[in-house]
């Protein structure tokens, strides 16, 4: 059959890593970015199991290890500042030697390094109409320009347009909020942190810093428990004014953290929430990613899912040969089991970040300042994130 002609929406960790599988299997790959450019910075990351053995088939697993965070330890300390308890990086984070930690924008930077000169990139743009007929889907882009395409695939992230153009403009019916939200940006390096992380816990709600080895600066995280916020997605000023209030009288650093959200570049806010879909596809437009099986940052298993999934849907479809039902079919059938159990570790981790009442907290200071005096407190903390690895190794990918 000719090459097909392939528009991915979205040149995040999903959309890219689907393009260089899919140009490796013989497609044609677009990619339409509404940013001007590869997205830099950003929070770090993990890619652990069958993502780490995605990036190895992409040859790129040395390439991404020379730019791990290389964090060393990790602490939670009182309102104080005092470290309550401390530990090695691996463990703070519930990473086994072999996974590695990078900040997302040097991830996709590298992916898309090495798509360059192969896959066809559309920056500042995006997908304004899709319409489909029997054998193609006619795509109408913000810019005015019209293409067709023989397959869409939306990796726009949680708030998908693709998902909205060809399922359904209520988002509700998809994103389920699992009752907090998040924040995340770059702050000044005040406390003088060398590749370490401080955890601060406060009733309902948990706020973070830590210096990875690729970066000067400093990034700071909040999660808070909430009920739903009203707020437009590109109003920054409400969402800023909305996280100030959430923390409001809170000790340790938090303050000093907050004061540099307003002129942060990389400023994120949104809810917790997870996707769930019936169905990842309909006719000639398939979900990938965020926009399909969102699993929370709280999972911890989002990269590792944009990865994975990636390499699946590009091999069923080039194992479909032509045949993009069957391939899509078979890309359901391969992934969403292994998304079922990565969804599940959100619920369950969130609920270990943040803790509800004073008592929680207090309850939970006085066991880790026990667990901080046991020889064996970095092989208890192990054991304790042992889900993450066998969610993360819950799938045998096939050699496509």
């Known amino acids: 059959m000719p090459s097909a002609r392939v528009l991915i929406s979205g040149a995040g960790i999903a959309g890219t890593t689907v393009a260089y599988w899919l140009h490796r299997h013989g497609f044609e790959p677009t990619v339409v970015e509404r940013a001007a450019e590869i997205r830099n910075g950003g929070y770090k990351v993990d890619i652990r199991g069958a993502a780490l053995d ?19 330890t990790g ?18 984070g519930g990473r086994q030697a072999q996974d590695a930690e990078l900040l997302r924008g ?12 192969e896959v066809e990139y559309l920056f500042d743009d995006s997908i304004a109409a ?31 347009v693709t998902r909205a153009l060809a399922f359904d403009r209520d988002e509700s019916r998809f994103i389920h909020d699992l009752g907090y939200y998040i924040a995340i940006f770059g702050v000044p390096n005040h406390l ?22 690729q970066e000067t600066g400093a990034k700071a995280m909040f999660l808070f428990a909430s009920e739903p916020l009203e707020y437009d997605r590109r109003d920054r000023a409400r969402q800023q004014e909305l ?30 929430s997870q996707v769930r879909m019936d169905r990842w596809s309909t006719g000639r437009v398939v979900l990938l990613g965020d926009a399909a099986y969102c699993a929370s940052p709280a999972s911890g298993q989002g990269t590792s899912l944009a990865l994975t999934g990636g390499y699946v849907l590009a091999g069923e479809l080039a194992a479909a040969g032509g045949d993009f039902a069957a391939g899509l079919a078979g890309y359901e059938r391969e992934l969403r089991p292994f998304v079922a159990v990565n969804q599940k570790l959100g619920p369950a981790n969130v609920k270990r970040m943040v803790l509800r009442s ?24 192990a054991k304790a994130v042992e889900p993450i690895h066998k969610a993360a190794t819950a799938i045998v990918l096939k050699d496509y």
Do not use: C
Request: proline fraction near 3%; glycine fraction near 10%.
């Open 130 to 160: 899709l319409d489909e007929s029997a054998d193609h889907v006619t795509v109408t882009f913000a810019s005015g320009l019209v293409r067709e395409y023989d397959l869409v695939i939306g990796a726009d992230g949680l708030h998908s």
């Open 243 to 272: 996280l100030a209030a959430a923390y409001a009288g809170e000790g340790w650093e938090v303050p000093r953290l907050l004061e540099s959200m307003g002129s942060a570049p990389d400023f994120y806010f949104d809810s917790l």
């Open 106 to 117: 040097d991830l996709n930077r590298i992916l898309h390094e090495s798509t360059k000169g």
């Open 358 to 381: 004073a008592g929680q907290v207090r309850m939970s200071m006085a066991m880790l300042r026990l667990l901080n005096r046991l020889p064996g407190k970095n092989r208890l903390m």
């Open 54 to 72: 995605v990036v190895t088939r992409m040859g790129l697993r040395e390439t991404i290890g020379a730019h791990r965070t290389d964090v060393r």
């Open 192 to 213: 003088g942190l060398d590749r370490e992380e401080l955890t601060y816990v406060g009733p309902g709600r948990t706020a973070l810093t830590y210096s990875t080895a």
């Open 75 to 92: 602490s939670i300390v009182d309102a104080a500042g005092k470290r309550v308890a401390a530990m090695d990086g691996d463990t703070f």
